[in-house]
């Protein structure tokens, strides 16, 4: 079982940055690829980010490239999405989600997740 709690999220203007967070209790953080989804109002919940358990792979959705990164410490049980430029069309519902060894972009491949933190971008 693992708990994943954000943090992080709040109204920035166009053009701004933020930093989430994602902090994870429970058993073998490391054995987890770690993931950012998103859901605007009205839409589906989206792939943004994710981390592999195996530290190898990284990958970002087109829509955030050269825009978003994200990084973990397993140390800290944390990954984290930095968020640079961010845009209007950037506002959603951020969920981090916990997949145990695999390796996936698809929402529904994710075992655990978060509450999710509310990020605005005004224009």
């Known amino acids: 079982q693992v708990q994943l709690v954000e943090s992080g999220g709040g109204l920035v203007q166009a053009g701004g940055s933020l930093r989430l967070s994602c902090a994870a209790s429970?058993?073998?953080?490391?054995?987890?690829?770690m993931g950012w989804f998103r859901q605007a109002p009205g839409k589906e919940r989206e792939f943004v980010a994710a981390f592999s358990w195996s530290g190898g792979n990284t990958a970002n959705a087109d829509s955030v490239k050269g825009r978003f990164t994200i990084s973990r410490d397993n140390a800290k049980n944390t990954v984290y999405l930095q968020m640079n430029s961010l845009k209007p069309e950037d506002t959603a519902l951020y969920y981090c989600a916990a997949q145990y060894r695999g390796w996936s972009t698809i929402r529904d491949e994710y075992d655990y997740w978060g509450q999710g933190t509310q990020v605005t971008v005004s224009s």
């Open positions: 429970g058993r073998a953080f490391n054995s987890y690829t």
